[in-house]
């Protein structure tokens, strides 16, 4: 058990990557309000706590075999609960924006619809980055608080972008849910397959730090490309007399 102050100290520097998405957000002039940020910034710390409650449940599952009780152990005790937790949240998340959105106008982009917009689908990748974030700052706690290796805790903190990553990949399915469910089951299940196999290389000896490190780096990076992709402030395009859009 590490003592109260390094507890503090590795939150607030945990929370830095808050910072630099938020200067990078308004750096490129993405359209959206100090409110939406910090609201899916609260929405992946909340979505700490079903996790922990799916983690508990799961403890219950016996596994005779030692390798299907490892992958159980990381890819879906861990890895899975984790996403479906952040799946759920950000379920209602986006319901609740939408739900202010259409109060506040009347030709709004909706954020979840029976057919998303690329726009919307990369709102959603944006949110579901946020919220990784968010869930990566409760961890990096836990696991300071609960006295683990001062390795181990280094090490997630500077892989943190692990969640934004796979986040970033949940907001994206969220949105797709009803139009494109397979193509939302592709991104959940990429997302935790990425977030098992980090947790496999994190825990197990033998397995190189860099291994870890290039495996957030990558799926963070391919998330900040995704997200960069988006117009916030792109209007509408025009339809033409038939009604029909001429871009789609």
Known sequence: MYSTWILLVLIIVSSLPVIAVYIWFRAAKYQFS???????????????????????????VNIADS???????YFIRVALSEEISRLLVL??????????????????????????TFNSVKKGTAAGFITGIGFSILETARFT??????????LRFFTAAIHGACGSRIGAAVIMLRSSPFQAFLRILTATAIHGIYNFMVTIPGFPSIAAFIIAVSAATTSVLSIRGVNFNAAKPPLTKSGNNPNL
Not at 38 to 52: E, K, Q, T, V
């Open 67 to 73: 390798r299907a009780a490892l992958l159980f152990e």
């Open 145 to 154: 608080a609960s006295g683990a290796e001062i390795n181990i805790i280094l």
């Open 91 to 116: 379920l209602v998340f986006f319901w609740v924006t939408d739900m202010i959105t259409k109060r506040n106008s009347s030709d709004s982009d909706e954020i979840i619809n029976r057919q998303p």
């Open 34 to 60: 100090l409110i939406w940020f910090f609201s899916a910034l609260l929405a992946g710390a909340a979505a700490f706590f079903p996790a922990l409650f799916f983690q508990d449940l799961l403890l219950r």
